[in-house]
């Protein structure tokens, strides 16, 4: 059973897939300031959370712009990190992918959103998805981690004002072909939506550096490993759809 826990802590906390790094490679972590801009390239972690809140704090000149890179990491790092943002009215430029943790709590929570041409943002379900509501878990787990993260979660998102379905759909609205090709290893590198849709989600204020946005078109090579999500046309924006 203890075996199991960790199992599952593990792959909640992580929230990401390794498969992304086939999307967009891993660059070179850094966590600062340089050249005047403040920059968080890796994985979210509490290190790097600790380094860009300071690196912000003893800052003569406070940048207003986090430029981020991320295939993400920790739930509550990335809830910690977004909420920072929020705090302090950043704006959020995506400088190559934004994955998972990022995608989720990061890149709304910025005041204007900036994305590349070929900036690849990827969501790969959150603390609310499908597969944590079981009775496989133990009780004190539900309890003491997964009720709590899933109430913060709710929360943070509706500060944003963002359906926090956005997090999960692409898992909800898998049809049965998805479900046999995760199965079998494939599509596993979870999903992304239009920019129209996003809007739909409630995540909007997003500015076109290069006056597109086609990440697919400049990593063509990768482009099939992420599913494309269509949001129905019935589907209706709402804040806390998921609360405890």
Known sequence: MKVLVLILILGLNACTSKNNET??????????????????????????????????????????????SSHGGDISLGMELGSWVKDNNLDIEISNICASSCANYVFPAGNKKYLRKDSVLIWHGS???QSWD???????????YLTPIRMKETMLLDRF????????????????????????????????????????????NIILIDEEWNWRKYRPSQSSQVKRFTVDDDYKFKLRRFEM
Do not use: C
């Not at 009775?135 to 539900?142: N, S, T, V």
């Open 161 to 204: 004002g963002v359906d926090n379905l956005i997090t999960v759909y692409g898992q909800i609205n898998k049809n049965v072909f998805d479900h046999i090709l995760f199965l079998f290893g494939q599509n596993k590198d979870g999903w992304d939506y239009s920019l129209k849709d996003i809007h739909r989600f409630g995540i909007t």
């Open 134 to 144: 079981t009775d496989d878990l133990p009780k004190d787990f539900q309890s003491s």
């Open 23 to 68: 999307i967009a490679p891993k660059e070179e972590s850094f966590v600062g300031i340089m050249n005047d801009e403040l920059i968080y390239q890796g994985e979210i972690t509490q290190i790097s959370n600790t380094i860009i809140f300071k690196s912000f704090m003893q800052a003569e000149i406070k940048p207003d712009k986090l430029i981020i």
């Open 127 to 129: 603390a609310w998805q």
